[in-house]
Structure formats: structure tokens, C-alpha cells
């Protein structure tokens, strides 16, 4: 038998001091465990004494435990014994109210008065916020304020009517959006830190309050003068987390959620939320771990499926990855289920590419761009899986809409957008087609201008100018490429490591040999001794540089035969 679990829990114990048989200080531990819904640890206090008691507020007491965790069967089994214990008594009224409620059953309005009557005469404070707790359950939202009207009158500084009436008003508040609602419990909440300026449940629910306002300035600053003189209040811990997660600040709620999964009886709902926070702290071993154990018993759980996805990309566990994503989606298949977000088709599509499935990754990551075309950092992983899928126009008109986007560029887009413009420029038809292929190496060119630009201490910018430069001028007859050679050599010999960049080296030393030996052929015939010299060192140097790299050169070695 199911019901709808309690959002209300009451100080079901201010009044347990009547309970002879069980120790004091026990009571104060089932108090407290109660309030901070630690439903398990106030059964094991009370429930030996419970199985064999005839005291009424022992057994109302773990009925009302059993009641908060949704357990009715156990519930009415204990409030029967109440009643059976003394029929007539206050208590006994509204157990029978209680086991009605559970029954869906309309109560006896009869029994409300009677409660409230005899609970007024012995001046039962507990019994009467029971009796307004069950007139607001049961739909009377106009007398429910009378029992606890009652109770103050009784005692004014009865802080749990306060927190009550608090809670109640929190709940009509949130069904009826109204903010007048809202003020009277917050009001009520204050009116309980008036009387008990240190009570943690009221302050950690005026927060809520306070939250529900977006005024989380004054929440974070409840929670914390809570937590500062209780800093295992389980609520306030939990809430201060929460909080912490929405205003952005993971690393605080990372700390604070998890001080209250390791201290609390959670649910698995809890879980989710901590994996959650977990991964937008960037804890993303930590928070896989504890998918892969909760996904072991709850093996078909969309949210921890998609969360697995997200941080085993991050982990590079890509393999993982895809299989929970791909479950992911065909348990959202369904037209009815919870939606799918952005990020679900952008993980999916980059967890495809990574695992070979690039025209996959395509169509999930076009997905994610039609559901926000400002998330313009698409543009660069889509763009990578069309040159994977070797579709360099595709490729090019990624990082074309990225650079366009006005997001700020590295260097590496336009160093990856110069090459697949190389690799268009060196397709056969267009090789053919001397004004096509003269346009794309210029694009090319300029794409790496701005890798120079954007990284004038790497030689890649310089490097592939030079190679552009080179097609364009394949004999090297205009020079075009040696400035961009030249400045190439410079940071690469600053860098001190010819092991490293030995090919590279090479690559501009064979330019070089070779531009000035055009050179020293060019002032022969132009009768210039002064050029002729001055290239023919220049040539030889290179050549030998070569030969110092690889003495069985053949080609440095022929060049220098031609000088002798």
C-alpha cells in the first residue's frame, strides 16, 4: 500500500518528554533524527521499546516515522495500537483521522472537534499541531490555523506552531504562486527564531524562503549562521548544497552536498543530484564511479545514463561513453519521455567521432546547433569530423561559421581551416583548374597568416606560408616562399632542438640550398661577381648543413659537385 510521502515533518517530539520508558537523551536523538529525516536511525531508538510499549506517544511517535517514509501499512499498524490503547484520548482521535487519510476514506469531521477539544482541556501542545497538520492534508484550508492559534495561546513560545504554520503557508505558496503566501511564512518562520534565535530548522526553512525570492545573498547567509553552530544539520547541508549548484558555485557544492550524502539517509534522487553536481565541479572520476554503482541495480536510469556519457568522454573512457549514450537515446525514444537536451546530441555526436562513427557525429552535433545556434564551439568538433570523413568544404564552412561567430579563435582553427583548404587545392580536379587551384592556396595563405599572427613564437604559421608560397611557386623562381622560410628557421634554431625539428630543418635548408643556387645561376648570366659569389656561399652553406644532418644526402651531395 502506497501514499504520498509527508513534505511536511513535523518536531514530532517537543511533547515525547511524556514517553517514561525510553531515555531522555534517546529522545532527544529521535527528535533530531526525525527533523533531518533520518527516518532509520529513530526506528532503531524506537522501535524495541515500541513492539512490546502501551504508551500511546511511543507508538504514535514510530507511526508517525513509518507515515514520513510512505510506509502506511506499518504506519496504521501503530496508529491501530494507539487507539486500541485508549479510544477516547486526543491522540487516538487523530490516529483514526490519520488511518483514514491513508484509506482515502472521508474522516469524521466529528473527530477533528473532539481532538481539538480534548487536546485544548489537557492542553496538548503536540496533539493540537498534529490536528492542524491533518486538516490542511485532508483539504480544510480554512480551519487549519485554529488548532495552532490554540497552541500558541497555550504557550507563546511553542516554536513548533511557528514552524508549522511556516510550512503550510510554504505549501499553499508554491500550489498558488502567490507572494502574499510566501510573506506569511516567512513571517512565521521568524516569529519561531524569535522566541529560539538558534533553531535550525527554522532558519534553514526561512532560506527556502529566501531562495523562492532569488534573494540568495540572504539564503546563503542563513544556511551558513546554521551550519556555523551546527555543522552536521543534515537539511541545512543538503540546502546549502542545492543552493550552492544553482548560484554556480561547484566547488561549494560539491563539498556541501557531499558532507550531507555521507551523512544522510539519501535517496537515490539525492544521488543523481550529487553525480550531477559532481560533474559541474569537474569531479568526473568521481562522479563516474558513482554511476557505474548506481547504475548496477538501476541499470535503465536516463539521467545517470547520460550523466555516464558526459563524464566518460571527459575521461576519455569514449567506448563507455558511446554505449551509455546509445542506451541513452533509446530510452528516450518514446515521443512521451523526458525531453533531450542540447548537450545530449553534443556529447553523443563528440563520443561518435572519437569512436570512428563520424557521419553519426555529424548529424548529432547538427542537431545540438539547430537547438542553440549560439553554441558556436560546435562548429570546430563538426568541422573535425568532416575532415575525418574527408569532406573538406563541409570542413571549411564549420570553421568559416565559427570565425564568423564573433567567438574569440585560436590559432589552431585557423591552422586547421588553412589545411583543409591545402587538401582541396590538392584534389586532382581542381589541380587542373589553375584559377581554382591559385585561389584556394591563397585562402590557405591567409589562414595561416593568422596562425603567425595569433602565435608569433611558433614556427607552424610561417612553415605552412612557406609551403603555400611553394605551390604557387613551384621552381621557386619568384622566391616567394624564402621570407617565410627564413622567419620559420629563426624560431625553430631558437628553439635548440635539432632532433626535434629535423625534418622541418631540412625541409627549409633544401629550400634555401636551392633558391640561392637559382640565384647564383641567375647573376652568372647577368655577369655579376659580387651575387655570384655571395649565392654560391650561400647555396654551399646549406647544402653542407645538409650533409651534416645525413652524410649520403644525394642531392646535397651532387649540389655541392656542381660548385666544385
Do not use: C
Not at 232 to 242: D, N, Q, S, T, V
Amino acid at each position: 500500500m502506497t501514499k504520498i510521502r509527508f513534505s511536511l515533518i513535523l518536531g514530532l517530539f517537543l511533547f515525547v518528554i511524556s514517553l517514561s520508558s525510553v531515555d531522555a537523551q534517546d529522545l532527544k536523538l529521535v527528535a533530531r533524527y526525525v527533523e533531518m529525516n533520518q527516518f532509520n536511525h529513530a526506528k532503531s531508538l524506537l522501535l524495541p521499546e515500541a513492539q512490546t510499549s502501551s504508551d500511546q506517544m511511543v507508538l504514535f511517535t514510530i507511526a508517525k516515522v513509518y507515515q514520513s517514509e510512505s510506509k502506511i501499512d506499518s504506519a496504521n499498524f501503530y496508529f491501530s495500537k494507539v487507539i486500541a490503547v485508549n479510544p477516547g484520548s486526543p491522540l487516538s482521535l487523530i490516529a483514526q483521522i490519520i488511518i483514514d487519510y491513508n484509506s482515502n476514506t472521508v474522516t469524521d469531521a466529528a473527530n477533528f472537534y473532539k481532538a481539538e477539544k480534548g487536546a485544548t482541556s489537557a492542553k496538548n501542545l503536540f496533539a493540537l499541531t498534529q490536528i492542524s497538520e491533518f486538516r490542511f492534508l485532508t483539504g480544510d484550508t480554512n480551519n487549519w490555523k485554529e488548532p495552532l492559534d490554540k497552541a500558541i495561546n497555550i504557550d507563546r513560545k511553542y516554536v513548533k506552531a511557528y514552524i508549522l504554520a511556516g510550512d503550510i503557508y510554504t505549501k499553499i505558496a508554491e500550489k498558488t504562486l502567490f507572494g502574499e503566501d510566501y510573506g506569511k511564512a516567512s513571517g512565521r518562520y521568524e516569529q519561531a527564531l524569535y522566541y529560539a534565535p538558534d533553531n535550525s530548522e527554522a532558519k534553514t526553512k526561512l532560506s527556502y524562503i529566501y531562495y523562492l525570492a532569488r534573494n540568495y545573498f540572504r539564503a546563503e547567509q542563513a544556511l551558513s549562521e546554521v551550519l556555523t553552530k551546527d555543522s552536521l544539520y543534515i537539511p541545512a547541508l543538503k540546502a546549502m548544497g542545492e543552493l550552492e549548484y544553482i548560484i554556480g558555485k561547484y566547488s561549494q557544492a560539491s563539498y556541501y552536498f557531499g558532507k550531507y550524502i555521507s551523512l544522510a539517509e539519501n535517496t537515490s534522487k539525492d544521488l543523481s543530484k550529487y553525480i550531477n553536481i559532481l560533474y559541474f565541479n569537474k569531479e568526473y572520476a568521481k562522479s563516474n564511479d558513482l554511476i557505474a554503482q548506481s547504475l548496477v541495480t538501476d541499470t535503465e536510469n536516463a539521467v545517470l545514463l547520460r550523466l555516464k556519457g558526459y563524464t566518460s568522454y571527459e575521461l576519455k573512457k569514449y567506448k563507455e561513453g558511446l554505449e551509455a549514450m546509445t542506451k541513452f537515446f533509446s530510452l528516450r525514444s518514446d515521443p512521451g519521455s523526458d525531453k533531450i537536451i542540447l548537450t545530449d546530441y553534443e556529447y553523443y555526436g563528440k563520443l561518435l567521432s572519437r569512436n570512428g562513427e563520424d557521419s553519426l557525429a555529424v548529424i548529432n552535433l547538427n542537431k545540438a546547433l539547430a537547438m542553440d545556434t549560439t553554441k558556436n564551439y560546435l562548429y570546430e568538433d563538426l568541422a573535425k569530423s568532416w575532415e575525418k570523413l574527408k569532406n573538406y568544404p563541409e570542413a571549411v564552412n564549420s570553421y568559416d561559421k565559427l570565425i564568423a561567430s564573433g567567438s574569440k579563435v585560436g590559432s589552431g582553427v585557423y591552422f586547421n581551416k588553412g589545411l583543409a583548404l591545402n587538401y582541396i587545392a590538392s584534389d586532382s580536379a581542381i589541380t587542373k583548374d589553375t584559377i581554382q587551384f591559385k585561389q584556394y592556396i591563397l585562402l590557405a595563405d591567409s589562414a595561416f597568416s593568422y596562425v603567425a599572427k595569433l602565435s608569433p613564437n611558433s614556427h607552424l604559421g610561417y612553415l605552412y606560408r612557406a609551403r603555400m608560397q611553394s605551390r604557387l611557386d613551384p621552381e621557386s623562381e619568384l622566391g616567394i616562399a624564402k621570407p617565410h622560410y627564413d622567419s620559420a628557421l629563426r624560431i625553430i634554431e631558437a628553439k635548440n632542438d635539432s632532433v626535434k625539428f629535423k625534418n622541418e630543418i631540412l625541409e627549409i635548408y633544401r629550400y634555401l640550398g636551392y633558391y640561392h643556387y637559382l640565384q647564383y645561376l641567375s647573376a652568372k648570366d647577368s655577369k655579376d661577381s659580387d651575387a655570384v659569389n655571395a649565392n654560391k656561399q650561400l647555396s654551399m652553406l646549406y647544402w653542407r648543413k645538409i650533409i651534416s644532418y645525413d652524410p649520403k644526402d644525394r642531392v646535397a651531395i651532387e649540389a655541392l659537385k656542381v660548385f666544385k
